[in-house]
């Protein structure tokens, strides 16, 4: 099924509502192996990105992730703020100009934001970080001609619980090495809801 730009818009807004629900939570999984801001941190940041969109909508998908990535660069902070910036550029690029997607071609978006991400942070797949949820979700979407958004959503949250064994290699998580094994990645938690609330909107 096609993702047009009407429903990517109700995506985002659905996110953005998904992280005011979990705001606690988020930055709860961050007090465990962070400084406890993250859910602050991106609620703050969709709460801008949903205020543009209620002042004007962009053009097209492409203008509408360039909209995400500047509002997020200047109102998360700290680690998350610029990576998810940075997807969101790469997002930008790919579907420039597009008013609808394929799911071949969200699949080409989501790869380009995944390596953009892990070129910024140095991360790699195993390292703790949202990249955990990224580079499967991605690989998962790659690999599926016709989209099962459930099968999305399931990669998604066994993504997410696996890295509950991990050990952080990358941001503040890796000063407690060892000691950062036994809980959640924030940044995987507020991934696996973008993905959610994607999956969330395509069935509905
Ligand atoms: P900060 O750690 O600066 O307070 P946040 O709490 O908002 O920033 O975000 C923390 C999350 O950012 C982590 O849970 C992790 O998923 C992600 N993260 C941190 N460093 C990196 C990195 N180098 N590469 C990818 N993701 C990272
Ligand atoms: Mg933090
Ligand atoms: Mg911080």
């Known amino acids: 099924?096609?993702?047009?730009?009407?429903?990517?818009?109700?995506?985002?807004?659905?996110?953005?509502?998904?992280?005011?629900?979990?705001r606690l939570e988020l930055s709860e999984l961050d007090q465990a192996i962070g400084d406890g801001d993250h859910g602050i941190n991106m609620a703050r940041g969709l709460l801008e990105v949903v205020r543009k969109l209620d002042a004007s909508t962009p053009?097209?998908?492409?203008?509408?992730?360039?909209?995400?990535?500047?509002?997020?660069?200047?109102?998360?902070?700290?680690?998350?703020?610029?990576?998810?910036?940075?997807?969101?550029?790469?997002m930008a690029q790919v579907w420039k100009g597009k008013k609808r997607l394929l799911p071949a071609e969200l699949a080409q978006g989501f790869r380009e934001a995944t390596e953009g991400m892990k070129m910024r942070g140095?991360?790699?797949?195993?390292?703790k970080t949202m990249i955990d949820v990224w580079e499967p979700?991605?690989?998962?979407?790659?690999?599926q001609a016709n989209c099962s958004w459930a099968e999305v959503r399931r990669q998604a949250e066994d993504a997410l619980s696996r890295t509950k064994e991990l050990e952080a290699k990358r941001g503040r998580a890796s000063y407690l090495g060892?000691?950062?094994?036994?809980?959640?990645?924030?940044?995987?938690?507020?991934?696996?809801?973008?993905?959610?609330?994607?999956?969330q909107v395509m069935e509905e």
């Open 137 to 143: 979700v991605t690989r998962q979407m790659e690999q």
């Open 178 to 199: 060892a000691r950062s094994v036994g809980h959640l990645d924030p940044g995987a938690a507020s991934s696996y809801h973008l993905f959610d609330a994607l999956c």
């Open 122 to 127: 140095k991360a790699q797949l195993g390292d």
């Open 59 to 90: 053009a097209d998908i492409g203008a509408t992730c360039q909209l995400v990535a500047m509002s997020l660069l200047a109102k998360v902070g700290g680690a998350s703020g610029p990576l998810y910036s940075t997807a969101f550029l790469k």
């Open 1 to 22: 099924m096609e993702l047009t730009h009407e429903r990517f818009i109700a995506w985002l807004r659905l996110y953005g509502e998904r992280l005011q629900e979990k």
